[in-house]
């Protein structure tokens, strides 16, 4: 996706979860990460919830400031 939107891979420093409506690699919010990751999860049968855990997501008070 980040090739897809930006026409190259990303950098050691830029964001996987982004933004897809801004021009640059913007880190997304949680709650579009937690989007994304679902949607990545359901095209590969993978558990949406075990990725979440592994993530550390899966806490109902995750912060906007959350590395990934």
């Known amino acids: 996706m980040f090739h897809k939107k930006f026409g ?13 409506t801004q021009a640059e690699p913007i880190r997304a919010s949680i ?3 937690k989007r994304q990751l ?4 359901e095209a590969r ?3 949406f919830f075990i ?6 997501l899966n806490s109902p008070v995750v912060s906007e400031q959350l590395p990934i």
């Open 8 to 20: 190259r891979l990303p950098g050691p420093n830029e964001e996987l979860f982004f933004d897809e």
């Open 31 to 33: 709650d579009a990460i």
């Open 38 to 41: 679902f949607d990545a999860a």
């Open 45 to 47: 049968g993978l558990n």
């Open 51 to 56: 990725l979440l855990s592994c993530l550390g």
